[in-house]
């Protein structure tokens, strides 16, 4: 007899992906069981469509649910799924046939699958492995009042990863809506830590407490958490290193983008590259500090190696399934490697770089500046105008960029060309993207064309 899957999901006022999330899981679902949470939308009303819909008052405690659609759930199998995520094609078809396959044993085991933080506008997002597919009736429950986490109360749980994907859309809320469930999350972590009866759990919910602060661009509090998260693991006798993993990529990852402490983040990179030592983002990293510090030829060495290691097994490249910036990467390491080549003063290679960087992920804004800054240098307004009407949030009148065009195409010693210039350079010097080198060389520019139109007149 076919293997069962039981589809559980948690909602509330999720019309906008409620309908694309059920319909992904309809071929493989022998039943859905639909807890909501108390929508004030649509959501309701197109859920009862698809399974088994639940009114439930929330009362503060997600695990309390889940352990109750899982003595709803009659399958074989129980599939945990997020109101915004979304089984891909080659996973609705080939994961009951998967199913059928495995040796049918009676132990506690997870499966994760892959899921891709899908961006809008075509921005390339993350990707991590969640613990999505649980074997029914094996004594596995969850604990946590939010972040929950599995545990068998009978025997050792076995996690498993599966050829299986999700892509998720959660980034596709406005970012209210995104911050208000942070500030909810964040109250209910910091009563879990509180009433924690295991406190040597405690890193788990600090680490999601990290991630929450980010969200709300609390980056102070962020890594406050992810360094107490850290203290907490490193008492543990069984230390699970996947999760280590996953707290290094968050700590360097604020320590560099957020507070640019590349001296201590290199501490951290270290560490990450003992967990994993191939894992392509934690020697982004590597070069990304070296970059920022100014050790350019080391930076170039290790972004260079990347582009090598790239075409390899990405299961041998990240084999703990750590969370990885994945189809991002590549042409992040271009665009590095073409802005380092400009630090150079290699010019060639740096535009070279940069521009296969864009090819790649044309709506990268920081793709756009770095071109846009490169042909104001090079007094090439005809090549740097297109970067920055992309890049500006100001609306131009289509006479006003045909001006721009036409004057863009005179002589460089115009005046109207010189003031347009200027004009382009000063609106880009406060910018914080610069590095020191960087915004020095917009500022000699500045005053090399001032310097121009004094002599002129």
């Given at each position: 007899?076919?293997?069962?899957?039981?589809?559980?999901?948690?909602?509330?006022?999720?019309?906008?992906?409620?309908?694309?999330?059920?319909?992904?899981?309809?071929?493989?679902?022998?039943?859905?069981?639909?807890?909501?949470?108390?929508?004030?939308?649509?959501?309701?009303?197109?859920?009862?469509?698809?399974?088994?819909?639940?009114?439930?008052?929330?009362?503060?405690?997600?695990?309390?649910?889940?352990?109750?659609?899982?003595?709803?759930?009659?399958?074989?199998?129980?599939?945990?799924?997020?109101?915004?995520?979304?089984?891909?094609?080659?996973?609705?078809?080939?994961?009951?046939?998967?199913?059928?396959?495995?040796?049918?044993?009676?132990?506690?085991?997870?499966?994760?699958?892959?899921?891709?933080?899908?961006?809008?506008?075509?921005?390339?997002?993350?990707?991590?492995?969640?613990?999505?597919?649980?074997?029914?009736?094996?004594?596995?429950?969850?604990?946590?009042?939010?972040?929950?986490?599995?545990?068998?109360?009978?025997?050792?749980?076995?996690?498993q990863k599966a050829p299986f994907a999700i892509n998720n859309f959660e980034s596709f809320k406005p970012p209210g809506e995104v911050q208000k469930k942070a500030i909810h999350n964040i109250n209910l972590l910091i009563e879990s830590i509180e009433k924690s009866k295991d406190k040597s759990r405690n890193y788990h919910y600090f680490y999601h407490l990290g991630n929450a602060y980010c969200q709300v661009y609390d980056f102070h509090r962020a890594l406050e958490s992810y360094n107490k998260a850290n203290y907490l693991f490193q008492q543990l006798k069984?230390?699970?290193?996947?999760?280590?993993?996953?707290?290094?990529?968050?700590?360097?990852?604020?320590?560099?983008?957020?507070?640019?402490?590349?001296?201590?983040?290199?501490?951290?990179?270290?560490?990450?590259?003992?967990?994993?030592?191939?894992?392509?983002?934690?020697?982004?990293?590597?070069?990304?500090?070296?970059?920022?510090?100014?050790?350019?030829?080391?930076?170039?060495?290790?972004?260079?190696?990347?582009?090598?290691?790239?075409?390899?097994?990405?299961?041998?490249?990240?084999?703990?399934?750590?969370?990885?910036?994945d189809t991002a990467l590549i042409p992040l390491v271009k665009f590095n490697l073409g802005r380092t080549y400009l630090n150079l003063k290699n010019k060639e290679k740096g535009i070279n770089f940069l521009e296969s960087s864009y090819n790649s992920s044309p709506a990268t804004k920081q793709t756009l500046l770095h071109l846009t800054r490169y042909y104001l240098l090079e007094s090439n307004l005809s090549k740097a105008l297109p970067f920055y009407l992309k890049n500006t949030s100001q609306k131009h009148h289509p006479k006003e960029i045909e001006n721009m065009e036409s004057t863009a195409k005179l002589p460089s010693d115009s005046p109207a060309f010189k003031e347009m210039l200027l004009k382009f350079l000063i609106s880009m010097e406060p910018l914080d993207e610069w590095t020191e080198l960087e915004s020095a060389q917009i500022k000699g520019k500045i005053e090399e064309v001032r310097g121009e139109e004094e002599v002129r007149r």
């Amino acid at each position: 007899m076919g293997q069962k899957v039981s589809v559980c999901i948690i909602t509330r006022n999720h019309e906008r992906f409620i309908e694309t999330c059920l319909k992904s899981v309809k071929p493989v679902a022998y039943e859905i069981i639909i807890y909501d949470l108390g929508s004030l939308d649509k959501t309701k009303k197109i859920a009862k469509k698809y399974g088994k819909f639940f009114n439930i008052k929330f009362e503060n405690d997600y695990s309390k649910l889940k352990n109750k659609q899982t003595i709803q759930a009659k399958g074989d199998w129980i599939l945990f799924l997020e109101p915004e995520e979304v089984l891909m094609e080659d996973t609705q078809k080939k994961l009951l046939p998967f199913l059928e396959n495995l040796p049918q044993t009676n132990v506690p085991l997870v499966f994760q699958f892959k899921v891709f933080n899908s961006q809008p506008d075509g921005y390339p997002g993350t990707t991590f492995f969640k613990n999505t597919l649980f074997k029914n009736n094996q004594n596995i429950i969850f604990n946590g009042l939010v972040h929950e986490y599995p545990v068998c109360t009978k025997g050792e749980l076995i996690i498993q990863k599966a050829p299986f994907a999700i892509n998720n859309f959660e980034s596709f809320k406005p970012p209210g809506e995104v911050q208000k469930k942070a500030i909810h999350n964040i109250n209910l972590l910091i009563e879990s830590i509180e009433k924690s009866k295991d406190k040597s759990r405690n890193y788990h919910y600090f680490y999601h407490l990290g991630n929450a602060y980010c969200q709300v661009y609390d980056f102070h509090r962020a890594l406050e958490s992810y360094n107490k998260a850290n203290y907490l693991f490193q008492q543990l006798k069984n230390k699970p290193y996947i999760f280590y993993g996953e707290l290094l990529v968050k700590l360097t990852g604020t320590l560099a983008f957020c507070f640019q402490n590349y001296k201590d983040c290199l501490i951290f990179v270290d560490e990450l590259l003992k967990v994993s030592p191939k894992f392509l983002d934690a020697l982004f990293l590597l070069g990304y500090c070296k970059q920022n510090m100014g050790n350019y030829n080391e930076a170039l060495k290790i972004y260079k190696n990347i582009l090598n290691l790239s075409d390899k097994n990405s299961e041998e490249l990240n084999p703990l399934g750590l969370t990885s910036l994945d189809t991002a990467l590549i042409p992040l390491v271009k665009f590095n490697l073409g802005r380092t080549y400009l630090n150079l003063k290699n010019k060639e290679k740096g535009i070279n770089f940069l521009e296969s960087s864009y090819n790649s992920s044309p709506a990268t804004k920081q793709t756009l500046l770095h071109l846009t800054r490169y042909y104001l240098l090079e007094s090439n307004l005809s090549k740097a105008l297109p970067f920055y009407l992309k890049n500006t949030s100001q609306k131009h009148h289509p006479k006003e960029i045909e001006n721009m065009e036409s004057t863009a195409k005179l002589p460089s010693d115009s005046p109207a060309f010189k003031e347009m210039l200027l004009k382009f350079l000063i609106s880009m010097e406060p910018l914080d993207e610069w590095t020191e080198l960087e915004s020095a060389q917009i500022k000699g520019k500045i005053e090399e064309v001032r310097g121009e139109e004094e002599v002129r007149r």
